[in-house]
Nanobody, 115 residues
Framework: VQLVESGGGLVQPGGSLRLSCAAS????????LSWYRQAPGKERELVAA????????NHADSVKGRFSISRDNAKNTVYLQMNSLKPEDTAVYYC????WGIGYWGQGTQVTVGS
């Protein structure tokens, strides 16, 4: 199983970024995926989750209305569209998949919101 995140960077407050997570090594369309983030000195937290066929999307209260998770099963990729970014969104963002009780993580992509 391999998850490779991309799309992070430095953005000004109010700006947007789209993160991508390219997956391989498993049957992508059969599994739900999630985005997590970890800010310096804080625990990793769930940001958004999406089921295998795109249903039951869940977003953390702190990002509702600003972030949107989606997936393209033909491209084995899950996305996180982030709008109206705030400094408190600064973190390393990780993609996650749970397969038979084992959690797999990507290497993460850094998102920094500041001027």
């Amino acid at each position: 199983v391999q998850l490779v995140e991309s799309g992070g960077g430095l953005v000004q407050p109010g700006g947007s970024l789209r993160l991508s997570c390219a997956a391989s090594g498993f049957t992508f369309s059969r599994y739900g995926l999630s985005w997590y983030r970890q800010a310096p000195g804080k625990e990793r937290e769930l940001v958004a989750a999406i089921r295998s066929l795109g249903g039951s999307i869940n977003h953390a209260d702190s990002v509702k209305g600003r972030f949107s998770i989606s997936r393209d099963n033909a491209k084995n990729t899950v996305y996180l569209q982030m709008n109206s970014l705030k400094p408190e969104d600064t973190a390393v963002y990780y993609c996650n998949v749970q397969i038979w009780g084992i959690g797999y993580w990507g290497q993460g992509t850094q998102v920094t919101v500041g001027s």
